[in-house]
């Protein structure tokens, strides 16, 4: 109980992130200027009567064309002699409620159908979509103008309408959500908690969804404005009622005479969309964390090696490795300073550590697949004497694969689910050998066969889906030991694999490693695997390797104090349960007969 | 496969079904007011009345949809109230005027698209931020207030190209392109915005994925990594935004055919509308909808040939 | 026996298949066992083994096709609604990621509080359980303030065993509690809930994959293998001396931390193997 309840204390950067979304808002100046100019113009709208003098369908004859600043008609008028000023700001009251109710309603249909398609079981969910699925089809904009003898041209009326066709992308955001949250453990623990259905929707589901749904209703909103605003402009609806698009028209129609008609309510009308679509994007970034950046494949070059006095040999050698992420307040987080270790020909060595302690960072740095987030801020990495730090990726492109392959992880994330297993080996094949498809196709059922898998055909042509995990992982190392590589580095190769099968892959490995002669750099959190199978061991800790040797001194006498910690904590093989259950009739029981006696912090014993 | 593509078109063809249904009922409600529009101001009640008997008005609203649903299925749309011209000819006539412009820019925004995301997601830094510049644009500006920017700036202050107007292919293929840049390019601009950001945003998360790296460590060059691999798997999300551009520019260009008089099928709806035209109101629909349904097949069979886990359900 | 707190009796459970055409999944062939007040009953098997749909089954996360659930003499296989929720007073959860498992937007404080609000638990006593429970767990008390993110991963399922803890229950699932930790982690969490099971005489339904997890803190072991229970027994029985070829497949696949006995153990399998191999063949 000392390690892991020391984070708790120090933990500063956290109570940032617990300050209100809305102040964080305050903060994002594109958020206080957007926001801030929509208020200033709805405001505006809202006392339109107290501006201006004129209501916006007085036409005056006197006032026909009036230019800017003319007497009574600040911004002029239009060619009905309506005062220009009076006609925006009515204007912005339509608009205003033209999306309200366009949002309001595709939020009052797509938020509860798509809690009620995410929550409930699939055939709900099934009837959901397909209901929508079915508005979606619906050319919207054509269904709003072949309606106008329904509608009878009431902007409200087509506006609700509108609302009801933007809903599917509301209840496609939500159930997404919920689907989302719904497979999460905590959901599952509040109901076994005995909290009814509705409280886990509003307590922990609603909770989740409400980001995304107000991102979207200022995207909403923005749509809703625009499309109104085109619709008035082709005339649907009635003219007497203010709006921007009346007022393009008209003023396109009067563009010779006085651009400013057309000028000024364009220019109010691109404001107020572009606002709302700023504003969406700075609540997304607020809301949902910094945009996601681009991944470019290549890493940018490491810097080059600093020289080291002492230049131990191998096959390959890693010396003094640090690795640094900056994190987001821009300061350099160093997650490896100091690994290294060094593998001759035809050497296992397992690289062990609990996670976090950097192990899968180094095997990377060897690789030079580093992310691009990351950068080697010092240390070595020989192969063959070669340095590899610094070199160009089209250089390395040549090791990889040919001198240094690798096993991943996670077998089915690592192949490409589109593409059958035989294409991507061919794929990898001709990587290190270039030669026709036709040929590489031919070598792909050998290879197979030599990972031990027993009906090469019938996989080749598999997609990753139709294959279990450990033939999976059985692909994998055949992609990796296509080129005869001299190294190989397996990053935990059999975690994410039953214990059964676990045994096989290694088994595998054992011997693909006697028969190809490889070097093999084991990745693990599992002393049993290093034990299998390792025979020199190099312990990580917090980025450093503290502690390296032959497996079998490591494992009878370690040296350093970690190594020991890690050592016996591990479950041994002989100690079980001490104490017998308690009765709730009598006193406990000291000692069960088929008990052994020693306590669960018991000695390995060997 | 062929048996996926059956099961998606008769899911279609339910679905256009289900749209004329609801499209004639929520017309039903106007009978009326159009009968009374048809013979002018002065008809009396019991003249509208009248002449809704006579055009079987009358009847339960199911007999009429079954009717026309009936005409509809050996080709016949009926006959416009207005100009008594056969409904599908008219339609089909002003149909290759939107498809062309459709069509094209469609193409046009899949291509650029592609392009400019797959860029924006591999390079980063400078093609990344023109990438997003350009989707900002797109999404600030709505495209009423770009058409005519456009047609201020090319057709009136530069006369580089018809401001309005349209010239058929098959008549002279060179006018054809130039009636038709400005519409394209106006339907487009919100095309590639919405489509840009996607494909960007597909291919950064595919990047992101495992294999990607270990396709690496054997010994694969980036672009083939990225044309092979990750192309392929960021393409379904896009394919599906595509479709629904398809829908929005169907929309769109009911404004910028009226914008650029275009004699097309959008034109023709809202005319139609405004008149009250049921039978042509019925076949704008009804076509626009296989329009849709036809794009969905497609979309959902480079789908199925792209990821084979969506082949089998 | 006397003093049975859960008795699965012929358990059956049946996914339906995905799309419409796909055949239906029994995932559990009758499957019979029972858990006595105050004790822990390991359940051992692999992926796909069906051991965390029995789990699921007990808490009433998935309906059970066939078979029954008795809980303290009462009948609970479709309990629902009401008298299911009255359940989570006697039976709670702890998963086995400690990540999803705690809501990240609510504090540590509204998770723990959260089932004893629904048990109508008033506010102040709320407070003073959620001390006792932070302390229980070894967490420090000012942690019902923090949000879950600023927990490491062997905090966060101290969190969620306190959480189970709240409503004082006769029987907790514990689902794989401790293979989503390191190993140091590992052990110390195992080592608290031994302890709390002496405390408060808790029974477990301990599910694990872990051969050496589960010999650790089980009393009784019961190993599934496809949806069937191939073995049951002691304990020290079952995890050193296995009846069942499963069993014993099982225990030597698992490579154990010490260079010798381990290639002692790699021969053994592969002897095994070759036995099987020639058995196939015959």
């Not at chain 3, 006697?90 to 723990?112: E, K, M, R, W």
Request: aromatic share 4%; proline share 6%; net charge neutral.
């Amino acid at each position: 109980m000392t390690a892991d309840t020391t984070t708790a204390n120090t933990a500063p950067e956290s109570v940032a992130q617990r300050i209100s979304t809305l102040r964080r808002l305050a903060r994002n100046p594109q958020a206080v200027i957007t926001a801030s100019t929509l208020m200033v113009i709805v405001v505006a709208g809202l006392l339109a009567s107290v501006i201006s003098s004129h209501g916006p369908s007085h036409a005056s004859l006197d006032a026909i064309n009036a230019g800017i600043g003319t007497d009574g008609y600040p911004l002029g008028a239009d060619k009905d002699g309506r005062d220009i000023l009076a006609l925006l700001l009515h204007s912005i009251n339509t608009s205003v409620v033209t999306a309200l109710i366009g949002t309001g309603l595709a939020l009052a249909v797509g938020v509860p159908a798509g809690l009620i398609g995410g929550y409930f079981g699939s055939r709900v969910r099934a009837a959901t979509e397909w209901l929508f699925n079915l508005i979606m089809t619906f050319p919207g904009l054509l269904l709003l103008i072949v309606l106008m003898p329904v509608t009878k041209g009431d902007f409200r009326a087509t506006m609700a309408l509108f609302g009801v066709l933007l809903a599917p992308n509301v209840f496609r955001i939500v159930r997404n959500q919920v689907l989302g949250v719904k497979n999460e453990l905590y959901v599952d623990a509040a109901r076994v908690s005995g909290l009814p259905d509705r409280r886990i929707l509003a307590r922990h589901v609603l909770f989740a969804v409400r980001g995304p749904v107000v991102i979207a209703s200022a995207f909403l909103a923005g749509t809703s404005i625009s499309v109104q605003a085109g619709l008035a402009f082709l005339g649907v609806g009635n003219s007497e009622v203010p709006s921007f698009g009346a007022m393009i028209h008209s003023g396109f129609a009067n563009l010779y005479v006085a651009p400013s008609q057309f000028a000024i309510p364009s220019l109010l009308l691109g404001i107020i969309t572009a606002s709302l679509v700023l504003f969406g994007n700075a609540l997304r970034d607020t809301l949902e964390g910094s945009p996601r950046k681009p991944q470019p494949i290549v890493t940018p070059t490491p810097r080059a090696a600093t020289g080291t006095s002492e230049r131990a040999e191998g096959l390959l050698v890693v010396e003094d490795l640090a690795i640094s992420y900056e994190s987001p307040d821009g300061k350099p987080n160093e997650v490896v300073r100091g690994s290294g270790f060094t593998v001759q020909a035809g050497e296992t060595l397992g690289l062990v550590g609990e996670s976090g302690s950097g192990k899968t960072q180094t095997a990377f740095a060897v690789l030079g697949v580093l992310p691009p987030a990351a950068r080697v801020t010092r240390g070595s990495v020989r192969l063959d004497g070669r340095e590899l730090l610094g070199l160009p990726d089209r250089e390395m492109r040549k090791i990889r694969g040919r001198t240094i392959a690798y096993v991943p992880q996670e077998p089915m994330s690592n192949l490409d689910p589109s593409l059958t297993v035989g294409a991507q080996l061919a794929t990898s094949i001709r990587a290190v050998e270039p030669m026709p498809r036709a040929e590489a196709r031919q070598r792909v059922l050998p290879l197979l066969g030599q990972v031990g898998i027993p009906d090469p055909e019938r996989v080749a042509g598999s997609y990753p889906h139709q294959i279990s995990g450990g033939m999976a992982q059985r692909v994998l190392i055949a992609g990796a030991v296509a080129g005869r590589p001299h190294v190989l580095i397996a990053d935990e190769p059999t975690t994410a694999l039953d214990v059964t099968v676990q045994a096989e892959i290694l088994d595998l490995l054992h011997d693909l490693r006697k028969r190809l002669n490889m070097a093999v750099v084991l990745v693990t959190h599992n002393f049993g695997m290093v034990a299998d199978f390792c025979d020199r061991v190099a312990v990580m800790r917090q980025g450093e390797v503290v502690e390296t040797g032959t497996t079998t001194e490591t494992f009878d006498a370690p040296r350093h104090e970690y190594t020991r910690m890690l050592l016996d904590s591990i479950l041994d093989d002989t100690t079980t349960r001490s104490d017998a259950p308690p009765r709730a009739d009598a006193p406990p029981l000291v000692d069960g007969p088929q008990h052994t006696d020693a306590p669960i912090g018991g000695k390995r014993t060997s | 496969m062929i048996s996926y593509a059956l099961r998606r078109l008769a899911a279609g063809l339910v679905l256009a079904l289900l749209v004329s249904v609801i499209t004639f009922w929520l017309l039903s409600y106007s009978f009326e007011s159009v009968v009374a529009s048809l013979l002018g101001s002065g008809a009396t009640d019991a003249e509208v009345q009248a002449r809704m008997t006579d055009m079987g008005m009358d009847r339960p609203v199911l007999a009429q949809y079954a009717d026309w649903l009936g005409a509809a299925l050996t080709g016949d749309l009926g006959d416009s109230y207005f100009t008594n011209e056969p409904v599908i000819g008219a339609l089909t006539d002003r149909l290759g005027v939107t498809l062309s412009v459709v069509v094209t820019a469609l193409l046009i925004t899949a291509v650029v698209s592609v392009l400019l995301g797959v860029t924006a997601a591999t390079r980063g830094g400078g093609a990344d931020r023109a990438a997003q510049g350009i989707s900002l644009v797109g999404y600030l500006v709505p495209s009423l207030l770009l058409a005519i920017g456009l047609v201020y700036v090319f057709a009136i202050k530069l006369k580089w190209l018809p401001a309005t107007g349209f010239t058929p292919l098959s008549e002279n293929p060179g006018k054809w392109a130039q009636s038709i840049v400005i519409p394209v390019a106006a339907l487009m601009i919100a095309g590639i915005a919405t489509l840009t950001a996607q494909v960007r945003g597909a291919m950064i998360d595919e990047l992101r994925k495992d294999y990607v790296r270990t396709l690496r460590t054997r010994g694969l060059s980036p672009r083939r990594i990225v044309l092979r691999h990750v192309l392929r798997n960021a393409a379904g999300p896009a394919l599906t935004v595509l479709s629904l551009e398809f829908l929005t520019m169907l929309g769109g260009s009911l404004v910028i055919e009226n914008v650029f008089a275009l004699p097309g099928f959008g034109s023709f709806a809202f005319n139609a509308s405004l008149q009250g035209d049921i039978p042509v109101i019925m076949g704008v629909m009804i076509l626009a909808v296989l329009m849709v349904i036809v794009v969905n097949l497609a979309v959902d069979l480079m789908n199925g040939w792209l990821n084979p886990k969506a082949r089998v359900r | 026996m006397t003093g049975t707190l859960l008795d699965i009796d012929g358990l059956e459970v049946t996914f339906p298949g995905r799309g419409l055409r796909c055949r239906p999944h029994q995932v559990l062939h009758g499957v019979s066992l029972d858990v006595a007040a105050g004790e822990t009953l390991g359940l051992v098997g692999e992926s796909g083994s069906g051991k965390t749909t029995i789990g699921r089954a007990v808490l009433g996360l998935v309906k059970p096709s066939g078979g029954r659930i008795t809980f303290a003499d009462v009948d609970i296989t479709h309990a629902a609604g009401a008298r299911r929720r009255a359940l989570a007073r006697d039976i709670q959860v702890v998963f086995q990621d400690p990540y999803s498992s705690l809501n990240p937007s609510l504090t540590i404080g509204d998770i723990l509080g959260e089932p004893l609000v629904v048990q109508g638990v008033g506010r102040k006593e709320a407070n003073a359980r959620i001390t006792a429970l932070l302390d229980q767990v070894g967490l420090p008390v000012n942690s019902a303030a923090r949000l879950p993110r600023e927990f490491s991963g062997g905090q966060r399922q101290r969190v969620a065993i306190a959480r189970a803890l709240a409503p004082r229950p006769k029987l907790v699932v514990c689902d794989e509690p401790v293979s989503a930790l390191d190993l140091s982690t590992q052990r110390r969490v195992l080592e608290l809930l031994v302890d709390i099971q002496r405390d408060t005489q808790v029974a477990y339904l301990f599910i694990s994959h872990d051969l050496s997890v589960i010999r650790h803190i089980s009393h009784r072991v019961a190993v599934l293998y496809r949806g069937d229970l191939v073995e049951t027994g002691e304990a020290a029985k079952v995890t050193a001396t296995p009846d069942h070829p499963y069993t014993r497949r099982l225990l030597l696949a698992a490579p154990v931390a010490d260079p010798a006995e381990q290639q002692r153990r790699r021969e053994e399998r592969w002897r095994f193997a070759e036995r099987d191999a020639d058995r196939s063949a015959a």
